[in-house]
């Protein structure tokens, strides 16, 4: 199994709203990471975990908060967005470990969200 | 916000052909290069990767080329075909930190 699964694949939510985006690999990878991709621009990292603890926040705002349950999983728990949210996030693993730095970065198909 | 009217480079390549995707890197320091396809509506596919302290690798059609000198990474892609149709990045990244950093992407159509 090579695949990192995000879901909802798609997600419209209002400004005031809750909602969480969820992503689960089951390679024994044991970094993750959080992505976000605006339309023809490249991906920009937003978090990473590594041995599910946080290692990279890329000063990302407060209402994006990433989680890691376990080391199959990560969330990325969304509250009070801004319309100029709306983009595609990405969920990536890697082995996390040795050489070369996080080995492959296998991606999920993404989520694409609008904030409306 | 984004720019209106925002175009990525676009190589448009016969199939068949070869196709030549270049880039440009920024940081001397990192150690390790990677080229991704990213088809519409997908996620990032890895395609091949470089060590710093290598200047070619070869994969199944595909050849990575990096000159450090200049911080140029390109690749080549043998007898296009339709499926090779997508945007492709470079990526690079330092041992020591899972710091994968993109490139911007060049758009790759290819023309039956």
């Known amino acids: 199994d090579t695949e990192v699964t995000q879901t909802p694949k798609h997600l419209v939510m209002g400004m005031t709203n809750k909602k969480s985006l969820k992503c689960e690999q089951h390679?024994?990878?044991?970094?993750m990471y959080w992505y976000k991709q605006k339309a023809k621009k490249p991906p920009e990292l937003m978090f990473v975990y590594s041995y599910e603890k946080l290692s990279i926040n890329e000063s990302v705002p407060s209402r994006f908060s990433p989680e890691c349950p376990n080391s199959s999983l990560l969330n990325l728990h969304l509250h009070a967005l801004q319309p100029e949210d709306s983009a595609l996030y990405l969920c990536a693993s890697s082995q996390g470990q040795g050489n070369p730095p996080g080995g492959e970065a296998f991606f999920g198909q993404g989520t694409r969200l609008t904030v409306v | 916000g984004e720019s209106v009217g925002l175009h990525l480079p676009t190589l448009s390549v016969q199939e068949g052909d070869n196709s030549i995707i270049n880039c440009a890197y920024s940081?001397?320091?990192?150690?390790?290069f990677i080229w991704y396809k990213q088809e519409s509506g997908k996620g990032p596919q890895f395609i091949i990767d470089?060590?710093?302290?290598?200047d070619k690798r070869q994969g199944q059609r595909v050849t990575v080329l990096l000159n450090k000198t200049v911080k140029h990474l390109s690749l080549q892609i043998a007898a296009t075909q339709p499926g090779d149709s997508a945007v492709y990045f470079c990526a690079e990244a330092r041992y020591g930190n899972n710091r994968l950093a993109f490139g911007k992407g060049n758009q790759v159509v290819v023309i039956p």
């Open positions: 470089i060590r710093s302290n290598m």
């Open positions: 940081n001397s320091a990192s150690d390790y």
């Open positions: 390679m024994g990878h044991r970094a």
